[in-house]
């Protein structure tokens, strides 16, 4: 089994804590992509982003001094968002560094797909940014099937923590010998289950953690998810959908 998740655009930088285990797999693309903004200039780049002028001059920067084989942090260590808040990986023991080793992988529009412990550099650049490189119109494009191919080499089951604008760049590309598996975390209202941003995040990072700990590597086991007030609905769900409801007295 290979759990998959999305990146976050917040990182930061930790060379120290614990040390890279290799470099992406599809790092020569990630060169492509590099030299394809180094080519933009300012204006273009800040359109690219869809940021503001702030968020864009750190991003030019880190841009214009990025070393893609230096001075890198552990990806499961990089990324900063909430999603990442509630899976700690920081507090991981040994045991689950190595379960998320073998069973994590991060998707990401600069790099394609990341080990737990891939050295990476920060970066901006969603999935769905619209960036022409090598003949491609996107970044969907430019990736292609080749994301779905490595995962599929790995394993033949699938269970998808990513959002859809990431997913996307997977599900559509699998064969259907492959089990692809989507989580689903909402509330039931008025017979129809809403999944809600940052709750959704959430439930993601503590998914992650819940089966770092069990060292769970069959899908089935993720039923067992209880936090955050989320429980398996197995009336909603199906043998390719897992759909966890939040309780009523935990929305409370």
Known sequence: MRIIISPAKKMNVDADSLPCQGLPAFLPRTERLLSALRAMDAAELKRLWKCNDQIAALNIRRLEAMDLQRNLTPAILSYEGIQYQYMAPGVFTSAEYGYVQEHLRILSGFYGLLRPFDG??????????????????????????????????????ILNLASREYSLCVSKHLEPSVRFITCVFGEETGGRILEKGTLCKMARGEMVRYLAEHRITEPEAAKGFDRLGYRYAPTRSDRNTYVFLRSEDSRR
């Open 120 to 157: 990476v550099t920060p970066y901006r650049l969603e999935m769905q940014a619209r960036l022409a490189v090598d003949g491609a119109k996107d970044l969907y494009a430019f990736w292609g099937s080749s994301l779905a191919r490595q995962l599929a080499a790995e394993s033949g089951c």
